[in-house]
């Protein structure tokens, strides 16, 4: 059987019990480089199959072999399996004699979220800015789409050194219509060795020097900022 | 000390370990009667203190001046707290002398998304169809925004006796702009008893009769049927 387990942000109490349990019981682990680092921690006696970045294929078609081998393999990402994850390349590559099982986990979404204070407690996007496999101007039609219609934005992949200038770009589309006042938060490193947590202006986030492992918020009209922590209200009425 | 905790689906093993021990650890455990009753069975023996529906505000005070009595106090929700839940609520209501820890989980989006297949493998939107707080105008206009910018949606809280029309609605707006054939699914009771799921067309779902307990996924033009689950392809070149 082939267990496609997010395991969350990377600190082991971040991972569901159902990883927990899937990692700890299988034959093989198979992952991306990093995050097979992690897991070794948390799991040294384990056997592992790791492959770097842009290797996505080659790596998940690896765990489906062995998995018809009749291994119990587990193909791990970080957060959910689901988002941005391996599960969907997986039932691209598999056949249908094999049988696949999808683990969810914490996206990087929610535990940053739990970082910053509570800047998903209304309507949001998830987006990418990474345009490897989609083009730049779907991105960008789809952060005005959100930005026109006043939705919390959670930006995933916000920089890389071949897109420096992609923020300042989305930001710079949001501010055309939004106050560059709105409250917006970021978050690096979640739940790993250095986290750090800001919150800014919109205006002051177009400036700001995100990095490949930094998680991006943008509030709505109403998201403000309580005792340092970024708010998003739900809408009840509160004196 | 006040944690706001998500415990995830309700299945035991979709909670973080992290959620597990606060829970474990609490002095008193406060919730919606529903989530109480989960959580009930597979911690026995802890306190704990419920309220119905549209009690937020009373539930979360209590939860509030009983952590600044001393006790440490859980205050829990399904999915993740910061999501729909009460973390945004508790920031609004606190004064700054509490100190508060939200606990993230997993988000129906997430876990019904592994029952599905893999629907949220590109840029997604989380709405509710509620709308208690929110006006069912700005919710259309947004459901517009997403159809048209092709993203893939999750709708949390699709019906009620009251709304009962809702969905028909929001897929009546989708349908102006995506195919009738869009892959769409739905996940009832997630990780519950009962769970039930299931995929059909854009034009299938604006009559299918949800219910509070169902979150929908209505694809973008990329998603497709593979061996019976619901996939977005993130992008790769798969021959």
Redesign the interface.
Known sequence: MLRIV?F?SG????????A??AIAGADLIVGYTTYVDILKQYFPDKEYYSTNMMQ??ERCQYAIDTAKEGKEVVLVCSG??????M????????E?NLDIK??????AA??G??CL????????????LSD???PWE??K??I???A????VMCIYNPSSRRRSGYLKEACDIVLKVQSPDTVCGYVRNIGRENETTGILTLKELADFKADMFTTIYIGNSHTKV??G?M??????K?V
């Open positions: 997010g969350g600190a082991k109490d971040n991972m569901t019990l159902e927990s349990v996505e294929k959910d399996s689901g988002i941005y994850g599960a969907s390349l997986v039932y691209e590559l598999a249908d999808v683990i969810s986990g914490v996206t929610s535990s979220s739990a204070g509570a800047p998903l407690s209304h309507d949001f996007a998830v987006i990418s490897c496999m989609t779907l991105i039609k789809r005005k789409a959100m026109d219609s006043d939705m309580i005792n922590k708010v998003t209200p739900r809408g009840y509160v």
